[in-house]
């Protein structure tokens, strides 16, 4: 009855451990598809900018 219970045990930790991971994974790519939404604006904004002030300079 020993041994049973150890594995049941091990078994509670290995899935408590598991789930843990998958928090985590998840939490990060969320994380990552923000910052990436955030460089996409970015460059876009800066994009838009530089054209905008090459045609200024370029006098188009």
């Known amino acids: ?3 049973a219970q150890a594995a ?4 509670m930790m290995i899935a408590v451990a598991l789930m843990m991971v998958a928090i985590v994974i998840r939490y990060v790519r969320q994380a990552a598809e923000q910052a990436g939404k ?10 838009e900018y530089l ?3 090459w045609s200024n ?3 188009g």
């Open 38 to 47: 955030t460089i996409n604006e970015s460059s876009k904004t800066l994009s």
């Open 51 to 53: 054209r905008k002030e």
């Open 1 to 3: 009855m020993r041994r």
């Open 57 to 59: 300079v370029s006098g």
């Open 8 to 11: 049941i045990e091990y078994l």
